[in-house]
DNA sequence: TTTTTATTTCATTATTTACTGAAATTAAAG
DNA sequence: CTTTAATTTCAGTAAATAATGAAATAAAAA
């Protein structure tokens, strides 16, 4: 499939985003690919609109798989296997937020912890200990929100953030109360 | 300086994580050391800690300072340059969210504008053009709500997260209004 | 000024990560 | 079963990124 010109724009430069956001070129380009194109595409119309070698696709259609960004398709009358991501912006934003929580909040939270609970923790100094047991607070504050806002509406979540700022006034009423 | 066992953890996970984070080992070791020692250091002491060359730290310290984690200190009776990061973890938290919006998002958002701009729009789809449209609408949403939100005070930040999914009704209380 | 100390720059090297192409595997069709 | 098509694996190569060390620069002390 040949791309027009804006679609071939975003592809790639959602491609050298991905970089930044953690996944590599090929991979974050077929997602952009199929997001743009909006329909099931096969791993040889993947390779070559994109012009890379079939095996990275086959490698990358696989780490799209482990984000949970796509999800195979079959289609009548063709045995090959179809890959389509959603086309729905709120699904996508849900699934990097709890794709990056896990890679880069999870572990840490998890070290994090061990090194409270270790025997060794007591012959750190104290504002060290204080400043682990905050970052490890915040994180997990950070965690569990993150958690719970993706499971509101797309429609509600795009209201609170909308509001922004002006959450503050419902939490003074809150704290008031 | 000798690192106790729970900061050289802490350390080397930093920098382990600083992979997915968007910078490299020896940045995020040199910020997490920094962060741990609660005090200035001077880049020798760095050096010698961390067991890296001197001009990978002379390297970092520059990336830090683009990243705004870190900044110089001069201290009496010492020429040598002295560098600290913030101990305060909700300052580290905006200065991350800052700088990472910053190159992660806005560079997306001006592409995807241009590509609405563009005289070639017309010729993509309708649907695919209305994709671009919602990707655009949605990260310039997050990108206007994440510039208010660590303008709050720590204080009600943390508020706003521990209210999480509650901040709904809210919503609904004003919309309902 | 000259000397000493501190810092940066950058070419080179090392390491990591990404990509390719050929071979192996899997699975449907004949 | 045999053949053909589709896909995956993986060793090898390429490219990108990180780290080193030597030389250059800058700046304070003598």
Excluded at 11 to 23: I, R
Excluded at 32 to 41: N, Q, S, T, Y
Excluded at 84 to 109: A, C, G, M, Q
Excluded at 138 to 156: G, K
């Amino acid at each position: 499939m040949e791309l027009k010109p804006v679609a071939k724009k975003f592809v790639l430069h959602w491609g050298e985003m991905g970089t930044t956001w953690g996944v590599n070129r090929t991979v974050a380009q077929i997602h952009a690919l199929l997001f743009i194109a909006g329909r099931p595409m096969n791993a040889d119309e993947i390779t070559e609109t994109l012009g890379v070698a079939r095996s990275n696709v086959s490698m990358s259609l696989k780490e799209l798989s482990n984000w949970n960004l796509i999800r195979s398709m079959p289609l009548m009358g063709d045995r090959r296997d179809h890959y389509e991501t959603t086309t729905d912006v709120w699904e996508l934003f849900r699934t990097v937020v709890r794709e990056r929580k896990s890679r880069e909040f999870d572990p840490t939270i998890e070290v994090l912890r061990d090194c409270l609970k270790s025997g060794d923790i007591a012959s750190e100094d104290k504002a060290a200990q204080m400043r682990i047991k905050e970052t490890l607070a915040l994180m997990e504050a950070l965690s569990s929100w993150a958690s719970e806002m993706i499971r509101l509406e797309p429609e509600t979540m795009m209201k609170v953030i909308k509001m922004g700022a002006k959450v503050q006034q419902f939490v003074r009423s809150k704290s008031d109360s």
